[in-house]
């Protein structure tokens, strides 16, 4: 892919760090956005390199969300016909695809989130797995205030983080959600006086996470995000194959030689990915 201009990509031991990095224009979201990350996601996924990512922002906002100019040019959306409605649907389709990487990624992903994560930015930090943010951050579900519904993942997974009742206050008026009760609902895991110390803490996690054989990681999310979505019976149905595939007592003997040696463990990384099509 040619240089991206919306983020900047950097790995240093194992932890991949993805910024967006257009904070005069607050890190809003158009067609380039969505091209760029969708590119670095599957280049990510593919390399099998990164034990985990984080996602940081610049700037006085994590993200506005949709650039709002973006409805007036660069999307069509055609409510004239059943045909251009139709259409809407494929659009989104493809649109939610991108966001939905980060929650199907092979490793975990980790937000640094300050000031405001509006609109899209929100659908966006929802497929992640763990949330810090700043004091001074906030989250609004923007779409109802200009006048639409949200349409790229905040209304389906929102209600799986917090309760159901503030999703739709949220939905509904189009409030902001502090940090502070953000953090209360479960939403983040922490919150830290600045941008800067946010961004600390989510890389530290994301070094301590590298330091765990990358295959048990990979089935530890394969494994609660199906819980997620699916009754006891089928997750530990599912728990017990998932096991058998990723098991290994060479990963377990020199994870509890590490401990004992009080030294970094030695372990595999998971397989780099040719996409099928580039076979043959």
């Known amino acids: ?22 904070p005069a224009e607050l890190n809003t979201m158009h067609p380039t956005f969505w091209r760029e990350l969708d590119e670095l996601l599957t280049q990510i996924h593919h390399e099998g390199s990164a034990r985990a990512l984080v996602i940081s922002s610049t700037g006085k906002h994590f993200s506005a969300g949709m650039a709002l100019e973006t409805f007036a040019g660069a999307i069509s959306m055609d409510d004239q016909s059943p045909e251009g409605r139709a259409a809407i649907f494929d659009l989104l389709t493809d649109i939610q695809a991108t966001f939905t990487k980060i929650e199907n990624l092979r490793i975990p992903v980790i937000c ?5 994560c509006i609109g899209g930015a929100v659908d966006m930090v929802t497929a992640a797995c763990i949330r810090y943010a700043s004091a001074d951050a906030f989250f609004c579900i923007q779409e109802i205030n200009i006048g639409m519904v949200a349409d790229v993942g905040t209304l389906q997974r929102l209600p799986k983080l917090i309760p159901f009742a503030v999703v739709k206050e949220m939905a509904y008026t189009g409030r902001r959600l502090p940090a502070a009760r953000a953090m209360a609902y479960g939403l983040v895991n922490e919150v830290f006086d600045s941008a800067e110390a946010t961004l600390a803490a989510a890389l530290q996690c994301a070094k301590e996470i590298a330091t765990k054989p990358p295959v048990a990681i990979w089935g530890t999310k394969q494994a609660v995000t199906y819980a997620r979505d699916h009754s006891v019976e089928d997750s ?3 728990m017990g194959w998932l096991q058998g595939a990723v098991w290994s007592n060479a990963h377990v003997r020199e994870a509890i030689a590490a401990m004992k040696d ?9 397989s780099a990915l040719k996409p099928f099509t580039s076979l043959g």
Do not use: W, Y
């Open 1 to 22: 892919m040619t240089a991206p201009t919306c983020f900047t990509l950097s790995t240093t031991d194992h932890v991949a760090h993805l910024v967006l990095n257009r």
């Open 112 to 116: 640094a989130i300050q000031g405001g």
């Open 236 to 238: 530990l149905r599912q």
């Open 262 to 270: 009080k030294r970094a463990g030695e372990f595999t990384p998971l």
